[in-house]
């Protein structure tokens, strides 16, 4: 047996049950093979052992009172992963699907994601089964308020730095600083997407669906192609999704679709961002509204027709949530003539999606990738935080663009020069790998 292969094993018997984890590391501990051939040395000093484990797990009670004077009780979560190259950072989601499984999976993609940032930001990552959707600004605050309570003690801006993901948006961010400010008395930045008058970074908001298609621009800028004219479909309609469509049309595509929990949407004139934001960030509305106030639009209910993996296009970014693009959606694709497909969101395509798009010569780009710009726009949210500064939006813009072309460079040259090239996942877990593990070793056995 190999080193990796005892070292799979240990994670399954060790993590049964929590399957998006196990997904999550298998994916990641099968691609590191032909480095960890190279280096015997990470063999002799556990570094696989000890990058599954986190370094810290926090679970925790929130009760919070509801409209009906009502006790509600959610569980919360902290995972600390790694910290072996700067403090902990990483998103809160709160989605009744979350357990600790999904928060495992969520901060062991973090590390690497991070890494690759070359901002120094360890992995973590945390939320609550807490279902933001049809509550009261009232109710999420005491929610927010409640949970915070808590988390306050596990965090600060040299320890553990969460900030936004699914259910956790602007408004959420805000109740959950206000409190931590209450109670600590410090001024500090604990969080990231925050407001822009008090400590938010501009870009921020944009900046995972804007890094997600400058990263596409670079990878076909490497193939003397653009994204001016190209078809492109997009999966979700919250904070990544609008803001990838945006930068797309903006580069010249047109982005054909976009879907929510309950259905998606065609629309033949190319997605109305404008419309779109208002529908999802300010009325927080279904899209069936969409194609109510659109006439070029077509609803579909749930994913009929095949969702929107059914639509032909040149791009797809799978922009809503962990395993929604399936091996038949995979196939529709490439049947379909797709050329590249990049994860806006964490793990959304199945490892049998991936497998069939990379065998049929897809350029698929992976989350960790492709998604970074969020988190690495956090990073630069910190740096201003701290220097007691803000930068204009072009500045962070342009940052976030650097840092999106370096992504694809590294992804792109452990892939080459680890023999794989053009695998940009193997790529992209290899290059996160080494700069943690090179930090996790100079550190020690901690
Ligand atoms: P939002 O909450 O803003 O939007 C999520 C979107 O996905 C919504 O359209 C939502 O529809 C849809 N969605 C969520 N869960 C499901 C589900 N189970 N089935 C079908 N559709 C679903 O989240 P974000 O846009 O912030 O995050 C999207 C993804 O991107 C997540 O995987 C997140 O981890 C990842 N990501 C986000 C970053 C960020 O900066 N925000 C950074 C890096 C990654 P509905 O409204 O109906 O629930």
């Not at 280096?39 to 570094?47: A, I, M, T």
């Not at 999420?140 to 003690?153: G, K, N």
């Not at 208002?278 to 194609?291: F, G, M």
């Amino acid at each position: 047996m190999s080193y990796v292969t005892d070292v799979l094993d240990l994670l399954q018997k060790k993590n049964s049950g929590e399957k998006e984890f196990l997904q999550a590391a298998t994916e990641v501990l099968e691609s590191l093979s032909p480095v960890i051939e190279k280096n015997p040395r990470f063999q002799k000093e556990s570094l696989l052992e000890r990058i599954i484990e986190p370094e810290r797990q926090i679970v925790f009670r929130v009760p919070w009172v509801d409209r009906n004077g009502k006790i509600q009780v959610n569980r919360g979560f902290r995972v600390q992963f790694n910290s072996a190259i700067g403090p902990y950072k990483g998103g809160l989601r709160l989605h009744p699907s979350v357990n600790l499984g999904i928060i495992k999976f969520l901060g062991f993609e973090q590390i690497f994601k991070n890494a690759l940032t070359t901002l120094p930001i360890g992995g973590g990552k945390g939320g609550s089964d807490f279902d933001p959707k049809g509550k009261t600004d009232e109710e999420v605050m005491a929610f927010c308020q409640s949970f915070m309570t808590e988390l306050y003690r596990h965090i600060g801006q040299f320890v553990d730095v969460p900030a936004g993901d699914i259910g956790t948006g602007a408004r959420e961010v805000g109740y959950m600083y206000g409190q931590y400010k209450r109670i600590t008395g410090n001024y500090e930045g604990v969080l990231t997407g925050k407001g822009l008058t008090w400590g938010g970074s501009l870009v921020r908001t944009e900046s995972t669906g804007y890094g997600l298609v400058y990263i596409v621009a670079e990878l076909l800028r490497h193939k003397s192609d653009s994204l001016e004219g190209k078809i492109v479909t997009v999966s979700g309609s919250g904070n990544v999704a609008i803001y990838a469509t945006q930068k797309a049309q903006q580069l010249g595509a047109k982005v054909v679709t976009v879907s929510d929990s309950t259905g998606w949407i065609y629309d033949k004139d190319g997605i109305d961002v404008a419309l779109l934001k208002q529908i999802k960030e300010v009325e927080r509305a279904r899209l069936t509204e969409y194609a109510a106030r659109r006439g070029s639009a077509v609803y579909h209910e749930g994913r009929t027709d095949g969702g929107v993996w059914g639509v032909k296009c040149d791009i797809a970014l799978p922009c809503a949530t962990q395993n929604e693009l399936h091996e038949a959606d995979a196939k529709a694709l490439v049947q379909n003539g797709v050329k590249v497909v990049a994860e806006g969101a964490n793990m959304p395509s199945t490892p049998e999606a991936v497998a069939c798009l990379q065998g049929s010569k897809v350029d698929f780009l992976p989350g960790k990738a492709a998604n970074a710009g969020g988190v690495a726009t956090s990073a630069l949210e910190m740096s201003q935080n701290s220097a007691r500064l803000s930068w204009t939006f072009e500045e962070v813009d342009a940052r976030l663009n650097s840092i999106m072309v370096n992504i694809y460079d590294q992804a792109s040259s452990a892939a080459k020069e680890y023999g794989v090239e053009g695998d940009y996942v193997a790529g992209a877990n290899i290059a996160g790998f080494l700069k943690v593990a090179t930090a996790m070793i100079a550190h020690g056995a901690i």
